[in-house]
């Protein structure tokens, strides 16, 4: 004979499941609600920084848990999961949807080819593959390894001009900037304390200004001042210029966030759209991250912007196209 089990013990132990549920469900909603709003507020902390950075993924992983509890029935918990998202629809539509130039009709355009190749990458196939197929006319290389720069001819020898960085040493191998290409080219002053090389390039669209530059990676990587020392840094280089600039690498930031709006504002940059993310490579590249970013100044306005093939890097290529824009 087995033992009854109370009804009271029964309502107990499913009032106390329900809560575990219930607080179990408010902890998948609460973490990208604070990422939203940290996003949104603009908070300059270094914590909150590290937060902005992963809005899209956030996005993408509400709404995937919003549409998981529409097919398990939890009707309220799934309204409840469209706070979240919507907030971080705000929250990302800076980077998806910049503030942009308008292109001038008839105006030439000029694709561009910009990639951060690893300093441990070794596979050449991968990246003469990925330039080639892009048929840019410039092409902007940063972490350029040892192992890959004894082949820069094989890669870039479609473009014969161009400029490169010194070698420089890192804890995790020696690495180089490059600029190739199709238009001649007279070499910038480097900016201090930041891996760039600079170049000025007689375009269709006039003399325009290029820096191909990577940015230190973020706090707790890194001291939270190197980021924000590196964009005075580009600051200074670029003051004393005339005429368009294009600055693109990988600024281990996304635009919306605090180094992001620190260039838009201090510099007067714009950014291209940062829509599919190119880091990391090994995730889809909707769910990636962009912070490798394209910038232009105002009188410039980007007309394209897509992903490159991959390089056998960690990091996704960008292919951008740009033009004059309108007054």
Excluded: C
Aim: hydrophobic content about 50%; aromatic content about 8%; overall charge neutral.
């Amino acid at each position: 004979m087995t033992n009854p089990v109370h009804p009271e013990r029964q309502g107990s132990f499913a009032k106390g499941l329900a809560w575990v549920v219930r607080l179990a469900l408010a902890g998948l909603i609460a973490p990208p609600t604070v990422v939203a709003l940290v996003a949104i507020t603009g908070i300059r902390n270094q914590y909150a920084d590290l937060m902005a950075q992963f809005t899209a993924p956030s996005l993408f992983a509400t709404v995937g848990l919003g549409l998981l509890l529409v097919l398990v029935r939890r009707w309220r918990w799934a309204a409840a999961a469209l706070v979240p998202a919507a907030l971080l629809l705000i929250a990302v539509s800076p980077q998806w949807f910049p503030t942009a130039s308008r292109p001038e009709a008839g105006a030439a355009t000029i694709r561009i080819y910009s990639a951060n190749l690893w300093v441990r990458n070794r596979d050449l196939d991968a990246i003469a593959g990925s330039i080639h197929q892009a048929d840019a006319d410039v092409v902007m290389l940063i972490e350029l390894g040892d192992a890959i720069a004894p082949h820069l001819d094989a890669l870039v020898g479609a473009y014969p001009y161009r400029i490169a960085s010194p070698r420089m040493d890192r804890p995790n191998g020696a690495v180089r900037s490059v600029i190739a290409s199709r238009y001649p080219l007279a070499a910038l002053p480097r900016p201090a304390g930041v891996e760039a090389v600079g170049a000025r390039a007689a375009t269709p669209l006039g003399a325009l200004n290029l820096v191909s530059i990577h940015f230190t990676r973020p706090w707790p990587f890194e001291e939270s001042w190197g980021q924000i020392s590196q964009t005075m840094a580009l600051d200074e280089m670029l003051e004393g210029l005339s005429g368009p600039v294009v600055v693109a690498g990988d600024f281990n930031s996304v635009s919306s966030a605090r180094i992001g709006k620190q260039v838009r504002r201090e510099i007067g940059l714009r950014p291209a759209p940062g829509f599919p993310g190119t880091w990391p490579s090994d995730l889809p590249s909707a769910l990636g991250i962009t912070i490798d970013q394209v910038y232009a100044s105002p009188d410039l306005a980007f007309t394209s912007r897509r992903l490159g093939l991959p390089t056998g890097s960690d990091h996704r290529p960008v292919v951008t196209e740009i033009t004059r824009a309108t007054d």
